[in-house]
């Protein structure tokens, strides 16, 4: 198992890219031969046949998706399959606020298509559930710098976006003028003003929060020149490909179980972890029903749950956790074709029963299935090392490679000067005023001051033998320091005036330099600009031109 020691940079405008992008284009190609080549049974529908199955549908769902909200869709090819599909680079991100270091992925995705004659395709994660109904928004007053929380919506708990609504439409619609009365003058055309406008006007069309906020990002990118495919997961995990995959999984769950789980005790391992819930937990039994590694839960009880499976000789039983009755049974098996359990597991949207993957399968299906090139951000790719693991072991493939990609670019806020080094040396100078205080005293100004300095010489040359001897010279030399300390004490006050004023601007700093606020809070202009040269580099074949074209572009915006 590899080692990958992922960090955001530190920098602004440095730019995180694994392999480097120059690399990329080269990469996308070879994964689309080696993943056409690739002989998978499906439990009686081929890997090859899968995936141009899967990839056509995609597309097809994607853009009727835009379609549907109004949006301009890229041309894709028609549905002769015969025609063979240009490279699809795939990322996803759930529906949220993030910041400009998650939503680069998305510009990236863009340029990468762009220049290998592919189509760019974002995931809006909608199977997963928020963290809260808030953003952080910086608070300078004039001298402390503080993050505040400002509520777009009620928090009404943990549902999954797909069914999360807007409980408080007014105060969603307030949110802008709310944010402008906190948000530094600095900031003169956050993204905000554009984005907020067109997530309100969605109000009557679309009840649920993250579909509108995903919307409204892919009519900024839009308007800054990217045209990607969108799709929610919640529609992925409804085509009939993604069935197959989930079928294929179910029917061969106690070797999946076995791998997961024994991948999983590796990686923990690898890197030291105690935890049992981390990265994931272990897929478990419950008597005889054994976990599966999707979620499932009923429209109106949006609490996601695990999906729990008894096979049987010829069949199975599925039940979502917490349930007693079974909620569907399926005529498959190890050794059975899926085709049947495919068309049941289709009726279960009709029944208002959602059937979704995890993180570990959602990866797995977009970047074995769907993609040729998939886009991770730092925390995707650390979970999905484990989910490398476990494909190659299952699927006994080399798991096709991904490009962990992420920005950091702050908001360009007014800083402080004082930086860790700063506090780290008064810091010092003050450990050596308390215990060498003879070594500030400018000039011995009395015959005491300069037998107490000897003094202090003879006892530190003086080597004491017994424990009785080290203790007395020990005392001595406190003594003398005790002595001498009024004679820097003018010293000692100011260094610690500039201790206080060094950890006041170290606060500043740690928010005005945060690369986490939301990319709506940044200036439109700056960001626009920033992300236009990561894409216009990004086809360069110079590993560093990209990162260094971005900074140039942050230092001079």
């Known amino acids: 198992m590899k080692d990958n020691r992922l960090r955001a940079p530190s920098t602004d ?50 853009s009727a998706f835009l379609a549907r909200h109004g949006i301009d869709a890229p041309d894709v090819p028609s549905a002769d399959e015969t025609v063979l599909l240009p490279p699809l680079i795939v990322t996803g ?24 004659g592919g189509i760019a395709l974002n995931m809006i994660v909608d199977n997963d559930i928020p963290k809260s109904a808030t953003i952080r928004v910086p608070l300078l007053e004039r001298d402390r710098a503080r993050a505040v929380r400002i509520e777009f919506d009620r928090w009404m708990g943990e549902w999954p976006y797909e069914d999360l609504r807007v409980h408080d439409e007014a105060l969603f619609a307030s949110f802008p003028a709310r944010v402008r009365k906190v948000l530094p003058a600095q900031i003169a055309d956050p993204i905000l003003d554009g984005f907020w406008p067109r997530a309100v006007r969605r ?35 409804q085509g009939e490909g993604f069935l197959w995959f989930a079928s294929h999984i179910l029917a061969q769950l106690p070797r999946f179980q076995e791998v997961h789980n024994s991948a999983l005790a590796d990686y923990r391992r690898h890197y030291g972890i105690r935890s049992k819930s981390h990265p994931v937990a272990d897929l478990g039994l419950q008597g005889e029903w054994r976990e599966a590694p999707f979620w499932a839960w009923r429209q109106g009880e949006p609490r996601r749950r695990a999906l729990l499976v008894l096979q049987e000789k010829k069949s199975m039983r599925l039940r979502i956790a917490g349930e007693s009755e079974t909620l569907l049974e399926l005529p498959l098996a190890a050794d059975r074709d899926a085709c049947c359990a495919v068309e049941r597991l289709a009726d279960l ?68 000067p004082a930086g860790p080094e700063t506090l780290l040396a008064l810091e010092q100078s003050i450990r050596r005023m308390t215990y060498n205080p003879d070594r500030f005293v400018d000039e011995p100004t009395t015959p005491e001051v300069r037998t107490l300095i000897d003094e202090k010489s003879r006892w530190i040359a003086n080597e004491p033998g017994t424990r009785d001897e080290r203790i007395r010279r020990y005392r001595a030399i406190q003594d ?14 100011t260094t610690q005036r500039l201790k206080q ?57």
């Open 93 to 116: 991100h759930q529906p949220e606020l993030f910041h400009p270091g998650v939503w680069v992925k998305n510009f990236a995705a863009a340029s990468l298509a762009s220049a290998c």
């Open 480 to 493: 003398v320091n005790g002595r001498l300390r009024p004679l820097v004490a003018g010293r000692m006050q």
């Open 203 to 237: 109000a009557s069309e679309i009840p649920t929060l993250g579909l509108r906020l995903a919307l409204a990002r892919r009519e900024i990118e839009a308007e800054w020149g990217i045209s990607n495919l969108e799709i929610p997961l919640s529609e992925l995990c």
């Open 13 to 62: 405008g440095a730019l995180l890219a694994v392999p480097p992008l120059a690399e990329a284009l080269g990469e996308i190609s070879r994964t689309s031969t080696r993943l056409r080549a690739w002989d998978h049974d499906f439990q009686g529908r081929s890997s090859r046949l899968l995936r141009k199955q899967v990839r056509r549908d995609v597309l097809a769902r994607a």
């Open 349 to 416: 949207p009709a029944r208002g029963v959602r059937l979704r993957t995890r993180a570990l399968t959602t990866t797995m299906f977009a970047r074995h299935l769907m993609g040729d090139m998939f886009i991770h951000g730092i925390g995707g790719a650390k979970y999905d090392e484990l989910g490398d693991a476990i494909a190659a072991r299952f699927f006994g493939i080399e798991p096709p490679r991904f490009l962990t990609l992420s920005l950091t670019q702050r908001l360009g806020l007014p800083e402080k």
């Open 501 to 557: 004023q060094a950890i006041a601007d170290l606060r500043w700093n740690l928010v005005t330099r945060s690369r986490e606020f939301p990319f709506i809070l940044h200036s439109a202009r700056r960001l626009q600009h920033v992300m236009s040269v990561m894409a216009d580099s990004a086809n360069s074949r110079n590993p560093d031109a990209t990162e260094g074209a971005i900074m140039d572009a942050v230092v001079n915006c």
